[in-house]
């Protein structure tokens, strides 16, 4: 497809036809929001807008998709963090060239719960390396109150189990508490990157320990084993403990049997992972 060649070319009649009412999105898998981020996505990356070219304004993206004003602020937000589009002052909305630098992203296809649950599965897989790494610098750089940080979190966890709180958040303050001991902020933003595909996947971990009582222990103990060996500033103790939690963790998820999936619970757990891993692609 031939590239744009300058700003008013983004409002030539061929895109006007591209992006007409006729094409406006419908409420079927994904949101309105989805619909227009990935056109817009597409119509970038397949040269229809050349580097430095303006987007149509807000205005007239509302017109053209049939879609309200946040609907097209949220899909050029999103184009903005995927590195594809930016803003300048006096121009508006452009398109970055292809040597900016793109925001990491995971490639993952989700068509059902399966295909939900499998790509958890992997990101917990890579993630198992990073929390490893982070938790053997942890025992050797965390500092006393940031040791301090790490034990209270831990106690936390326990007091919303206490509670009969799913302690999801609990649970992530805890992982951040020794990424910030680790004395490396790379660490913290990708863990955080991570962390946002894991949400619903604790939560069926969680739902299924009610079920299973030693599976809550299992979790306890392992927390356990990587916070006592932070706090005696051994590394290789850390490694191995945060290596084995998240091995467990992944088992654990693996381990929701089908009468778990059938249930109620179940079922608005798969439909949340579905929701959850595809509303990050």
Known sequence: MRAMKNADASTSPR???????????????GTL??????????QI????????????SERELTERFAVSRTVIREAISRLKSEGLVGSRRGSGTVVL????????????????????????LRVIELRRGVEGEMAALAAQRRTKVQNQA???????????????RDGVQEDFAFHAAISNAAHNPLYTS????????????IRVARMNEARRSDFGQQVR???????????????????????????????????ADREFWAS??????????????????
């Open 33 to 42: 929001a989805d619909h227009v981020t990935s056109v817009l996505a597409r």
């Open 221 to 255: 103990s392992e927390h356990a084993a990587i916070a006592r060996a932070i706090a005696d500033g051994d590394a290789a103790a850390a490694r191995a403990a945060a290596l084995q939690h998240m091995e467990n963790s992944a088992q654990r998820i693996q381990a």
């Open 15 to 29: 895109h006007a036809a591209d992006l007409a009412p006729a094409h406006a999105p419908t409420r079927g898998k």
């Open 190 to 201: 990708l863990v955080q990157f991570l962390s946002q595909f894991l949400h619903a996947a």
């Open 150 to 164: 790490i034990q209270q979190a831990l106690k936390a966890i326990d007091k919303a189990a206490e509670d009969g």
């Open 45 to 56: 990356r397949d040269g229809e807008f050349a580097p430095d070219a303006r987007l149509p």
């Open 264 to 281: 109620e619970a179940g079922q608005a757990a798969a439909r949340d992972l579905a929701r959850q891993v595809e509303t990050k692609e």
């Open 97 to 120: 060239g292809a040597n900016q630098a793109t925001p990491f992203r995971l490639d993952m296809q989700v068509e059902d719960m399966r295909d939900s649950i499998r790509a958890v």
